[in-house]
């Protein structure tokens, strides 16, 4: 039997120990912790990675989100179209501000935002769309803007899990009024602590998130706003701008992974990721799909090999947001796809005989239920 974790961060920090220890040290050695050049540069370094705009540096993922929102000026009564189906730090960051999340079912192929279903959920109080790019495929996002156009409003992406993949050429948290990073450990693109990013091309709203997220400061202890303490520190930055430079390699080595994992799982019951035509996907999570889900997940674990479910009760039927009402039925793709989903071990360093004995052991789970 063959050991496969469903993440190894320790090996990524072998492969690159010794940039990480000098950024660090630089960082140590210079004994400026907050808002220092390594934050600055790595703004820099990362807005261009995506293509352009300016990058705002925060504590969190959701930090990102909650100062989006509020950068575009989402408050009490106001609505934002969104799905159930991610993490529950979408939805929160929408409750932050005041506003409602209004949830809309996914695409059965792809899991992301049904494009077809949201302008029928525009209220005279919506104001901003959140498409999340889910597990590393970036949403059909010309649909989107073309509603959010004709209706003004904001289009705010959930970038969170989709560092370097794109859409018709275009980078995630590009193609909207905003995009939102989280460089959480085991993202694609990952920090040793908490952390992330706020990017935009609109200068009004660059220098709005930048007054939020250091206490409304226009300069030292001068106010312009009630403001948060959101930053993302200096260690973090040298750690992300030295991983940065290695992330294309490591989203080709997951779509390696993936393509070995398509064409080597041929159990009848499992469905496979679907790509969108236009997108190119990084696998932030490989998910594949079984009504035997729960026993395959039990199989895998017995074979050796860890498995997580992303998600397995989406955000409507969560017991923090039974005050929306919202019965069973109501997103029936979402309820669905959450019953079945299940995510594969999936990390750059994975090798070729642990993915193999992947496909092996979930070829071999059929026998056991037929």
């Known amino acids: 039997m063959i050991h496969v ?3 190894d961060l320790r090996m990524q920090y072998v492969e690159i120990h010794d940039q990480i220890q000098t950024a660090i040290n630089d960082v140590l050695n210079e004994g400026w912790f907050i808002l220092g050049r390594h934050v600055e540069s790595f703004e820099r370094a990362f807005a261009e990675y995506c293509g352009g705009g300016e990058g705002i540096g925060v504590g969190s993922g959701t930090d990102a989100l909650y100062l989006a929102l509020r950068a575009c000026g989402l408050g009490s009564g106001d609505e934002v179209i969104t ?21 809309v079912d996914i695409d059965p192929s792809t899991y992301n935002i049904d494009v077809r279903q949201i302008e029928a959920c525009i209220t005279p109080r919506t ?23 004709a209706h003004h409003l904001y289009v705010i992406e959930d970038a969170c899990q989709a560092h370097g993949a794109e859409y018709k050429g275009k980078r995630a948290g590009t193609l909207g ?33 930048r007054l939020l997220h250091n206490y409304g400061q226009t300069r030292k202890h001068m106010h312009q706003i009630r403001g948060f303490n959101s930053r993302l520190d200096e260690l973090q930055a040298a750690v992300l701008e030295a991983k940065l430079p290695y992330l294309d390699k490591w989203n080709d080595a997951r779509r390696r992974i993936a393509a070995r994992y398509n064409a ?17 996907h990084v696998y932030h999570l490989y998910v594949v799909r079984t009504p035997y889900r729960d026993a395959l997940h039990d199989w895998l674990a017995a074979h050796g090999i860890g498995t997580q479910i992303h998600y397995p009760v989406p955000i409507h039927q969560q017991e ?16 669905h796809v959450s019953k079945e989903i299940l995510s594969l071990p999936m990390y750059p360093e994975l090798t070729d005989v642990q993915i193999d004995w992947v496909i092996e052991s979930i070829n071999a789970f059929k026998w056991v239920n037929q």
Do not use: W
Request: proline share 8%; glycine share 8%; with cysteine.
């Open 5 to 7: 974790p469903f993440v």
């Open 83 to 103: 799905v159930s189906n991610t993490f529950i730090a979408t939805a929160m960051a929408v409750d932050y501000v005041g506003a409602t999340p209004v949830f």
């Open 127 to 149: 104001k901003a769309i959140l498409p999340v790019h889910l597990f590393g495929q970036p949403a059909d996002m010309d649909p989107i803007l073309d509603v959010a156009k």
């Open 177 to 209: 009024d905003v995009g939102c990073f989280s460089f959480y450990p085991a993202k694609n693109l990952g920090a040793y602590g908490d952390g992330g990013l706020v990017l935009t091309r609109n200068q009004q709203l660059a220098d709005r998130v």
């Open 264 to 280: 080597g799982i041929i159990a009848p019951h499992v469905v496979l990721p679907r790509v969108h035509k236009d997108v190119r």
């Open 320 to 335: 923090a947001y039974q005050d929306m009402r919202l019965s069973v039925g109501t997103l029936p793709v979402t309820e």
